[in-house]
């Protein structure tokens, strides 16, 4: 072999998986270069004919031990003589972005290639996109000496005579743009003209045949983005779907693999394989996964593989009802064996194991264990063990693994209503069982829907005490707030099966239980929260305190607490149940708060001002007193507080006390005269009886509204 005939073997060799040679690389650069100052200079520019030049040179040294060269042109990517681009490379990935807008698949250069031939072909990539050259009619695709364009779509194809559709369908131009990759444009356009659009006999004959390997990229391209359009697309796009069906059917193994290997790395054959099972399905899908599986090094089981062949025909043609589970459950198992294939080890001990345990339907089986990799097929298993009306330790044990994992809106909807396999009524059974809601000690979080399917299946009056666990013991917020949810809706029954839970010794669960208690419409009959109105931890006590206020028989005892109460939560909350009444023994205690000017903030000193003010006694005279006229003149005479501080307001408010209750009192009578004399306009019409500072005291809202629990 001559060194010349060496060096273009070695060139035109198949090589997917290396770099591009430097010749090559610096080619491309220079042609998007090129195109890229066409695009932005005018005719007759400076900066062009240099520009024209270099890619001329470039081409002229590649083509001096080659009689063609040949660019084919997917979206993102570039494949020249079997070497294919980055498709993240910035400049190339521009120059194949520009070419595939024009529709072109492929460019072929030759010996006889010139500059004005160049030239003009620069001047047609730069014109836009608007009149795309691969959409142009036969006439208007231009040519020159050395270039060669195959276009990839068609204007001017219509409906047949057994109504497929145009090209005007975008997956049909997909379609289209595929036939003419494999085709290699020419013939296409022939066999166009004389059959209407291309059979998929046609393509394959053409993929099986002797075609340089710079189509394929360009034919998985295509693959990949008709797979992706099948997948979201419904019944308008089944003419394209079927054509796709039949072009595998018609392809043998080697060429799948051929294709697969040459355009696409194991990332983009997960893919097409993955999109084919949800918009193809049955028979094509299987045939591109072994292939995939082939051309990735991958071994797959006899057995996985009989039942994924069973699966996808109830999955085609089973019953109704059937078919969106059996769908569900065959893309779910293509998805975890795609994510098991590793590229250094074709069958490492756990994705054999994997696949052994999934491909098997007998109830006397057990998995190896409770790893990680039966958790990732629990749903599978399931949904598998009703269509197959299978039932054993497998099936239980993924049913509480999926349940432990959060998943039971995921097997509710297989089970409910009338099922059709006894398997399906043992699952049901299974979960009607308070133990199973115990299980969910472990779980993150469930939905309120999820668990209310849950507490249906196994009763409210079994369910309520593992409910009541939960809300113990859970460590996840978000599970104990579904479950109190849950629990207000379920009355009667939490009344009887609260009580224990009430005497646990940790504080959290008392208050979260009296909280509950709180949000039942109606409290359980029996029982008595005053006692937990003097619990050690604060905590508890705000819990209580609002539910014995409401008990007629401890509501005295109850209010005596909370005025006493060194918190001023609660003592807010008493002095707010005192507005409409104030028993007799109280009053010291709340003249305490009224006087107490170190510990109490102001807002609750107004409170009590205002729980006072009706009050005939003598001793809410004296404190409001002191309140409103703390100091004396130097002669003696009394006077008012310090209008100015902060304090202000409670001398106001004492003052309209005494104006309201004890104007004529002579204890009140000093106070009132020295405060005729002040200027300021609030006292002025508090003494004329047109203001009020008591009237808005009464508007504070409780401060209790809203449960403290830690949910």
């Known amino acids: 072999m001559t060194q010349t005939a060496a060096r273009r073997t070695s060139r035109n060799a198949p090589a997917p998986g290396r770099r591009l040679g430097k010749d090559v690389a610096d080619l491309l650069v220079e042609f998007s270069v090129a195109v890229h100052r066409y695009t932005m200079y005018p005719a007759n520019h400076p900066t062009l004919a240099p520009a024209a030049d270099a890619l001329l040179t470039r081409l002229a040294k590649l083509l001096e031990d080659e009689p063609q060269l040949t660019l084919g042109v997917a979206h993102r990517q570039l494949v020249i003589n079997g070497h294919t681009t980055d498709g993240t490379h910035p400049i190339l990935s521009d120059l194949a972005g520009r070419l595939h807008a024009h529709h072109i698949g492929a460019i072929r250069f030759t010996l006889d290639l010139t500059r004005p031939a160049l030239e003009g072909l620069l001047g047609v990539l730069a014109e836009g996109d608007e009149d795309p050259i691969g959409l142009r009619g036969a006439d208007r695709i231009p040519s020159w000496p050395g270039v060669t364009l195959f276009p990839i779509g068609y204007q001017d194809l219509a409906l047949d005579d057994e109504g497929n559709p145009t090209a005007d369908d975008q997956v049909m131009q997909l379609w289209l743009g595929l036939a003419a990759a494999a085709m290699a444009g020419e013939t296409l356009r022939t066999e166009t003209e004389r059959t209407g659009i291309p059979k998929p006999s046609q393509v394959a004959a053409h993929l099986r045949g002797e075609k340089a390997p710079a189509y394929d990229e360009a034919i998985v391209g295509y693959l990949l983005q008709i797979a992706d359009r099948l997948a979201e697309s419904g019944e308008s796009a089944d003419p394209v779907r079927e054509r796709i069906r039949e072009l595998v059917a018609e392809l043998d193994r080697p060429t799948l693999q051929r294709i697969l290997q040459m355009g696409g790395d194991a990332q983009r054959r997960r893919h097409i394989v993955r ?23 991958q071994e797959i089981p006899v057995l996985l593989m009989r039942m994924l062949t069973k699966l996808s025909f109830h999955a085609d043609k089973g019953a109704q009802t059937v078919r969106p589970l059996v769908t569900h459950a065959v893309r779910e198992s293509v998805d975890q064996l795609l994510d098991a294939w590793v590229p250094d080890h074709a069958n490492p001990e756990g994705y054999v194991r994997i696949l ?47 349940l432990t994992k959060g998943g039971l809106e995921l097997i509710a909807p297989l089970v409910e209503g009338e099922t059709n396999t006894a398997a399906g009524a043992r699952i049901r059974q299974r979960l009607a069982s308070p133990e199973r809601i115990d299980a969910l000690a472990d779980v993150d979080q469930i939905s309120d829907e999820a668990l209310e399917r849950l507490v249906a299946m196994v009763g409210a009056e079994q369910a ?22 849950q629990l207000t809706h379920m009355g009667e029954h939490v009344g009887r099966a609260i009580t224990p839970f009430l005497e646990d010794p940790r504080w959290y669960v008392v208050r979260n239980m009296l909280e509950l208690v709180a949000a039942l419409p109606e409290r359980p009959a029996g029982l008595s929260t005053l006692h937990y109105a003097s619990h050690p931890d604060l905590r508890v006590r705000r819990a209580a305190l609002p539910l014995a206020l409401k008990e007629p028989e401890a509501r005295a005892r109850a209010l005596t607490l909370a005025i006493r109460e060194s918190d001023e939560r609660m003592v807010r909350t008493g002095l707010l149940e005192l507005k409409e009444e104030l028993p007799a023994g109280i009053v010291p205690l709340v003249i305490t708060h009224c006087l107490d000017d170190d510990e109490q903030s102001v807002s609750l000193r107004l409170l009590a001002i205002r729980v006072l003010a009706p009050s005939a006694d003598p001793q809410v005279r004296d404190a409001l007193l002191k309140v409103a006229g703390p100091g004396r003149s130097l002669f003696g005479r009394p006077r008012l507080g310090d209008l100015a501080a902060p304090e202000g307001v409670l001398v106001r408010a004492a003052l309209e006390a005494l104006v309201r209750g004890w104007r004529a009192d002579p204890h009140v009578a000093p106070l009132l005269k020295a405060a ?15 203001g009020s500072l008591l009237g808005t005291v009464g508007d504070e809202v409780a401060v209790h509204a809203e449960p403290e629990m830690d949910l």
């Open 275 to 297: 999109q084919a099972f949800r918009g193809l399905g049955g028979t094509a899908s299987l045939k591109l996964l072994e292939a995939a599986a082939s051309t990735s090094g």
């Open 356 to 402: 052994d345990e999934f491909s098997r339907t007998s109830p006397a089986l057990r998995p190896a264990g409770r790893g990680s990799t039966f958790k990732r097929t629990a749903l599978p298993v399931i949904q598998m063990a009703i269509e197959v009306d299978a039932y054993g330790d497998m099936v239980e044990q993924a049913v509480d693994e999926l």
């Open 464 to 485: 309520v005490a593992p409910l009541l666990r939960l809300l113990s013991e859970s460590s996840s917020r978000s599970l104990r707030r579904s479950v109190f949810n």
């Open 676 to 690: 005729e004399k002040t200027r300021d306009a609030d006292v002025r019409s508090i003494l004329e009886g047109t």
